[in-house]
């Protein structure tokens, strides 16, 4: 079955203090991963798409990068407006387009 | 203004009673998505359509309905509500396979 499995569930940083998150997958023949970011009471925004490995994209502090077995999203100098969940997705072969969510990483950046 | 819009965002109904949430996109996306957020669980697949008069099971559908007359809608109907359907429901669309789904605001269903 495929699988999407995020590490931590929670995690509390200080303003500045640089750190990752991981997504870690069990789809064979991956067609995309994707990260979103999540506000309370919103509906997730898009981040990035990975599609193979070695593969690295950038936005301002947020860097994705992916292997065959995960995905890490780093994060440099954090500042408290990075605060959120940070959500992992992947589509398998065969998908018509769906897209396997991961619980999330629920992200704290304190002043 | 241009994107995907929910409505209503929020609905309090009770055990039995017929819902349906609204999704509208401006995109001409052919692909479009319901899922489910509860917590412990995640985002879940209800439905979803490839195009008009398409639409598929996701992984969680008993108890839903959908239909797509036209490419911009995409309406989900509770038959008849139960509190298990308490959540919140994200609709989205996307350009095709393989590229990213962009998500509307979301509509807080609570079944009493």
């Known amino acids: 079955e495929d699988q999407v499995t995020q590490s931590p569930e929670a995690l509390r940083l200080q303003e500045g203090e640089s750190s990752s998150l991981n997504c870690s997958y069990t789809?064979?023949?991956?067609?995309?991963l994707f990260w979103y970011r999540q506000d309370p009471g919103k509906g997730p925004e898009f981040l990035f798409t990975?599609?193979?490995a070695g593969e690295e994209k950038e936005k301002e502090r947020l860097k994705a990068t992916l292997t065959k077995k995960e995905s890490f999203l780093h994060i440099t100098a954090p500042k408290p407006e990075d605060s959120a969940t940070y959500l992992c997705?992947?589509?398998?072969?065969?998908?018509?387009?769906?897209?396997?969510f991961g619980k999330g990483t629920k992200l704290s950046v304190k002043p | 203004d241009a994107g995907i819009t929910q409505s209503p965002r929020y609905k309090i109904t009770e055990t039995g009673r017929q819902v349906t949430l609204m999704c509208h996109q401006t995109?001409?996306?052919?692909?479009m998505f319901w899922y489910r957020q509860d917590l412990g669980h995640g985002l879940r697949l209800i439905y979803y359509s490839a195009a008009a008069d398409i639409t598929d099971k996701g992984e969680v559908p008993d108890g839903y309905v959908v239909s797509r007359s036209k490419t911009e809608n995409f309406p989900l109907t509770l038959e008849s509500a139960t509190r298990s359907q308490t959540s919140v429901y994200f609709c989205?669309?996307?350009?095709?396979?393989?590229?990213?789904?962009?998500f509307g605001p979301g509509t807080r269903l609570t079944v009493t």
């Open positions: 789809v064979s023949g991956l067609r995309g």
């Open positions: 989205a669309s996307s350009r095709g396979r393989g590229y990213e789904q962009y």
């Open positions: 990975l599609y193979s």
């Open positions: 997705a992947v589509q398998a072969p065969g998908s018509q387009g769906n897209l396997i």
């Open positions: 995109w001409s996306h052919s692909y």
